[in-house]
């Protein structure tokens, strides 16, 4: 059947040719704008919005020292999640399914050196104590495969302090030879407390500073101080995070389609699990193709055979229409 | 030049031929082309009709005009934080209340535009060469999330940093992340105050102009129209 045929017959691409009621279009939106603006502004007095204070890494050292401490030591060694995550931060495969690795083939374009740029770039905007630079300059003099060696060690030394909780106590590590790396974590935790490294992170040496919060993001995260705020603002993403807001706020509840695929075992690991899956260690990669499959499904869904057809074999359109339905039957749709 | 000297064109040297030799002209310019296209398509009586078709009476219909003023509103608020700049809402009582007005109206938004999207669905509104007016309404709906994605991540408090820390890694795996830095709140605010707004201010416009060019979608024809069940001489309306 040609188009122009096809067209022909089909009614809804005609113009109506049925009985037509009066429709105040202008009228209809001017009260449909004074409605929200009551709405807006009305929700707006009563429930205000949410705006839960920024984590500083003041905070984080302060009330998670050991903590706080214990990251700079991992940012050190490289064995915190930024510091090796791969792609687009450092070198590395990142996530894959099957011959997609879009992560990798996107290359480092935002380069993120963890050592230096969580730990001793900030030590060293700052005028330090004798013994911090020396202890810089011993870093710094030291081979990488010394300054791993250093690293590892104090970080296993610490990492082994862990309690039945899994808060760390560094100051019960082992002792052993772990070079400048003690104290280079330890002026750190300091600078942290005196909300000096706050600045530090910002201002990059810069005196606009930058609006790139790529690193301070990365090096929070790191720790357990976002982790736990996070927690206990119910916002973590296996308990439909992506849909709260913090203090019990609405976040974007528009995306249970996107968040519903992290609630599910498939994807989503039990928190004892001592094993994963492919699927579960690729995750994040899995679900974003989903979601893009579910948009583009979305987009298209005119032109997919059999899902198109869903609403007339699913009547709602009766109750849609029922006052037409009810005065003309079919009368000039067929 | 005089505007005496623009209204007396010069008369034709030749008769008619010149005549429409210069209409001939003038519908080859782009201006007149354009024109003529848009007022052919949109005639005013098409841009702001008077008359729908008696199936246009249904309160589902309210949730696309809703979409429209609360896009107004969000516009209005967030033309207002622009003017005071990103600090401002956390400092002063009065930005906290623009904020607010900000944060309900995107709510108020996805709201109408998440139930005028079902409805659109079960009308299945795209027969009858309306998939364009569907397509341009799913695009503007994905790209209104992400603008409210971007909006969530420029509060510059608890809530945009975990978001960012969380959002990044799905970004990251398909690529995306590269170029979209959910932690670049420099990117993240020029993307929300200007680029994502006018994209998707561009789809509406270009959605509401199919609509009211192909005009509203007609009823699906029922499988048993009830007056094949009337007896004869009987009437369907009530």
């Known amino acids: 059947m040609s188009a122009a045929r096809k067209a022909s017959t089909d009614v809804a691409a005609l113009p109506w040719a049925g009985p037509e009621r009066r429709y105040d279009i202008v009228k209809e939106f001017v009260i449909a704008l004074v409605v929200m603006a009551v709405l807006s502004v009305g929700l707006a007095v009563a429930f205000s919005s949410p705006d839960e204070k920024a984590l500083t890494f003041k905070g984080w050292g302060t009330t998670a020292p050991e903590n706080f401490y214990a990251t700079a030591v991992g940012e050190l060694a490289g064995t915190t999640e930024s510091a090796a995550y791969g792609p687009p931060y450092q070198e590395g495969d990142g996530l894959a399914v099957g011959p997609l690795r879009p992560q990798k083939w996107m290359g480092v374009r935002i380069p993120v050196d963890a050592a230096n740029d969580f730990v001793i770039t900030p030590l060293k905007s700052q005028e330090q104590p004798a013994e911090v630079t020396s202890a810089i300059a011993a870093w710094e003099g030291a081979t990488p495969d010394q300054r791993t060696a250093w690293a590892t060690a104090y970080d296993d030394a610490v990492q082994a302090t862990a309690d039945a909780d899994g808060a760390l106590h560094p100051d019960q590590a082992a002792t052993g030879d772990y070079g400048p790396v003690p104290v280079l974590a330890k002026a750190l935790t300091g600078m942290a407390a ?141 | 030049m005089t505007a005496e000297s623009v209204a007396a064109p010069a008369p034709p040297a030749a008769g008619s031929e010149l005549t429409d030799a210069a209409a001939a002209e ?79 109206s995107v709510q108020l938004f996805m709201i109408a535009l998440v139930v005028h999207l079902w409805g659109k669905f079960w009308m299945a509104a795209w027969r009858g060469r309306r998939a364009m007016t569907w397509i341009t309404g799913a695009f503007a709906f994905f790209t209104s999330i992400g603008t409210a994605f971007t909006g969530f991540l420029v509060q510059s408090n608890f809530e945009s940093q975990w978001i960012a820390f969380e959002g990044k890694d799905g970004l990251n795996a398909v690529g995306a992340g590269a170029w979209f830095n959910v932690a670049n709140a420099g990117q993240m605010l020029l993307l929300h105050v200007c680029l994502l707004p006018l994209v998707v201010g561009l789809l509406v416009v270009w959605h509401v102009l199919l609509v009211r060019k192909h005009g509203v979608v007609p009823p699906i024809p029922l499988k048993h129209d009830p007056a094949d069940e009337l007896a004869p001489g009987e009437k369907v309306q009530s």
């Open chain 1, 194 to 334: 005196s909300g000096a490294l706050d600045g530090a992170m910002v201002a990059q040496g810069s005196f606009y500073g930058t609006t790139d919060n790529t690193k301070q993001i990365l090096f929070m995260g790191d720790g357990s101080y976002l982790d736990d705020a996070a927690t206990a603002q119910n916002l973590q993403g296996n308990t439909w995070g992506m849909m709260n807001g913090t203090n019990s706020y609405p976040g974007q509840p528009w995306l249970w389609w996107a968040s519903f695929w992290y609630q599910i075992p498939t994807f989503n690991p039990a928190e004892d699990a001592t094993t994963t899956t492919s699927l579960q260690d690729n995750a994040d990669a899995w679900i974003f193709y989903i979601i893009g499959v579910i948009g583009l499904v979305i987009i298209f869904f005119p032109f997919i055979p059999g899902l198109r057809s869903i609403p007339k074999w699913i009547p709602v359109h009766r109750l849609i229409w029922r006052d037409y339905y009810r005065k003309h039957g079919n009368a000039h749709l067929v």
């Open chain 2, 26 to 104: 003038d519908g080859r310019m782009w201006t007149n082309r354009l024109r003529n296209k848009f007022f052919g398509t949109f005639p005013p009586e098409k841009l702001l009709p008077d008359r729908q078709p008696a199936y246009v009476a249904s309160w589902i219909y309210v949730f696309g005009v809703a979409c429209l003023a609360a896009l107004i509103m969000l516009i209005l608020s967030g033309l207002w934080l622009t003017l005071e700049g990103p600090s401002w809402y956390h400092t002063t009582s009065t930005g906290h209340l623009v904020n607010s007005i900000h944060f309900w």
